[in-house]
């Protein structure tokens, strides 16, 4: 009958087997696309900071620092991955990488890729700190190599964490992360074949051995020289009337005792062709005038002949340490440090003068400060003063030979601060990058590569919230999902 309804179906075996080819084609097109789309984006990208602990971007110096990089440097993470800070490490390096395809990355495990943690530790031992031969990143250029410890990646501070027993429980919260500066000036220290020559005052009364591995040396100190392009010999004396050697470019006195009149003449006359000098006073020649403080006094040093403490800043339970937090945030050598902190021992005030007040003096400028609580020596009554312990100097047309540009001094109150058991302590190691770098003329292109502030978010849950928002991931999303898919099911079959 015309009127009959027709019992042919709906879809033909043709029509059938032609939709599951679609649908088989339409899925090996999706897959071809995203493996397409990962390609391109490993070649050519955009990256955007999603995270919000992610940094913006990197600093303009930085860029300019990788720019500039013609030389091909490799970078082995010598790290354990489970370690807070690997991951941070590694998402900056790639960044790096992305920059300038001339720095490659790759990453040793020691903890669980022992044939290659072998290899690197074999190739590497001579440059590996003693008592920190773990999670380092490494360097690698035809220039040189230099290694850095994860220990001056980050600053930490002591939290307490919520605990149900009556004791109370603590944890090391990472402040600071300083990635970014640590490894711009290393790879801009291996941009050059060439490194700046430095010399260190040590005789036989020095308190402190540039090559010795006890607390007071400062081997590690040489090590950070290494790794920002500085070559440093210890020297003894300086030989005859010739003072200080020619191809001086920063002479270091750390800790002194009383020098002769003839050393201290010759580091004068250094200082008048534009020499560089580090300078770092120590709490045993307080009682003493070492030749250097009237010399230091005409380029506008006052020398204090006491020892600082601070009350209220301190670490230890001998409270012989100052904890300093407050910094000139005008001069490069500190301006990165706003927020941080310089841990010293026994310090000695370091501050400025009114000498030399002529438009030709030299401009010396303090740099760092201790609170209010402060006493002096052994007198217990707080002074209620801050007292300065670091100054700079700096003085433009150097009379006599200029070889050497502009005169550039640093006076630091303790010499502690850089030995081998203080130089990894709160950010002494970069106060320490900063400085040196500062002195040779290496700063500029650094100068604003500061440290991250690392910031934690807390999502307070009760578990009651907890399990719902569990039930909702588990088995409310793939349900919907289901029930949406069931829905159009029974509209097409209709």
Same mark, same amino acid.
């Given at each position: ?11 033909? /075996? ?67 991955? %489970? ?41 590497? !031992? ?11 990143? *490494? ?7 230099? *290694? ?13 964490? &919520?605990?149900?027993?009556?004791? =109370? ?9 300083? $990635?970014?500066k640590e490894f711009t000036s290393i790879i801009f220290g291996l941009m050059s074949a060439h490194p700046v020559r430095a010399y260190f005052f040590e005789n036989l009364k020095s308190h402190h051995r540039l090559n $010795? ?9 040489k090590l950070l020289l290494q790794n920002n392009n500085i070559d440093v010999t210890n020297i003894s004396t300086f030989p005859g009337t010739n003072g200080v050697p020619a191809d001086c470019k920063l002479l270091i ?7 002769? !009149? ?32 009237? /010399? ?8 204090? !002949? ?32 706003? $927020? ?5 021992? /026994?310090?000695?005030?370091? $501050? ?25 020596? %052994? ?45 990894? &302590? ?5 106060? &320490? ?29 009760t578990p009651e919230r907890f399990q719902n928002i569990r039930w909702i991931f588990l088995a409310g999303m793939p349900g919907a999902i289901l029930l949406f898919g069931g829905l159009v099911w029974l509209r097409r079959? =209709?």
């Amino acid at each position: 009958m015309a009127n009959e309804p027709s019992s042919r179906p709906s879809f033909s /075996l043709r029509q059938r087997w032609g939709i599951f080819l679609s649908v088989i084609i339409s899925i090996a097109a999706v897959f071809a696309l995203v493996v397409m789309l990962n390609y391109l984006g490993a070649r050519y990208y955009l990256r955007f900071p999603w995270s919000i602990q992610t940094r913006t971007e990197l600093s303009s110096q930085t860029r300019s620092v990788l720019n500039s990089l013609t030389n091909d440097i490799n970078v082995i993470i010598y790290y354990d991955k %489970d370690d807070l800070l690997y991951g941070k490490i590694r998402d900056l390096l790639d960044d790096y990488r992305f920059i300038n395809p001339k720095i490659s990355v790759r990453t040793v495990d020691y903890l669980k890729d022992h044939a290659d943690a072998e290899k690197v530790k074999d190739a590497y !031992h001579d440059r590996m700190a003693a008592d920190s031969d773990t999670n380092l990143v *490494i360097f690698i250029s035809a220039n040189g190599t230099n *290694i850095v410890s994860g220990e001056k990646l980050g600053q930490y501070e002591i939290d307490p964490v &919520a605990s149900e027993g009556p004791e =109370r429980e603590f944890r090391n919260r990472l402040k600071f992360f300083f $990635g970014e500066k640590e490894f711009t000036s290393i790879i801009f220290g291996l941009m050059s074949a060439h490194p700046v020559r430095a010399y260190f005052f040590e005789n036989l009364k020095s308190h402190h051995r540039l090559n $010795g591995e006890t607390d007071e040396d400062y081997k590690k100190f040489k090590l950070l020289l290494q790794n920002n392009n500085i070559d440093v010999t210890n020297i003894s004396t300086f030989p005859g009337t010739n003072g200080v050697p020619a191809d001086c470019k920063l002479l270091i006195i750390a800790g002194p005792d009383i020098l002769t !009149h003839q050393e201290v003449d010759n580091v004068r006359r250094y200082l008048e062709q534009g020499g560089r000098l580090f300078v770092l006073f120590s709490f045993r020649s307080r009682e003493i005038n070492t030749g250097l403080e009237p /010399l230091l006094a005409d380029w506008g040093v006052a020398v204090g !002949h006491n020892i600082i403490h601070d009350r209220k800043n301190y670490f230890s339970e001998s409270g012989d340490d100052v904890v300093v937090n407050s910094f000139n945030k005008y001069h490069p050598v500190v301006s990165h440090l706003q $927020g941080a902190s310089l841990e010293l021992v /026994l310090p000695r005030s370091i $501050g400025t003068n009114s000498n030399n007040n002529g438009p030709e003096a030299p401009a010396a400028q303090e740099l760092a400060w201790t609170g209010t609580s402060t006493t002096i020596d %052994d007198n217990p009554i707080i002074t209620g003063r801050r007292f300065p312990l670091i100054v700079a100097v700096e003085k433009n047309e150097a009379k006599g030979i200029t070889d050497q540009g502009t005169t550039r001094i640093l006076v630091v109150g303790d010499s502690y601060v850089l030995d081998n058991q203080l130089i990894d &302590a709160a950010a002494n190691p970069h106060f &320490a990058a900063a400085a040196v770098n500062w002195l040779v003329g290496q700063g500029p292109m650094l100068q604003g590569v500061g440290p991250e502030v690392v910031k934690e978010y807390k999502l307070m849950l009760t578990p009651e919230r907890f399990q719902n928002i569990r039930w909702i991931f588990l088995a409310g999303m793939p349900g919907a999902i289901l029930l949406f898919g069931g829905l159009v099911w029974l509209r097409r079959r =209709r």
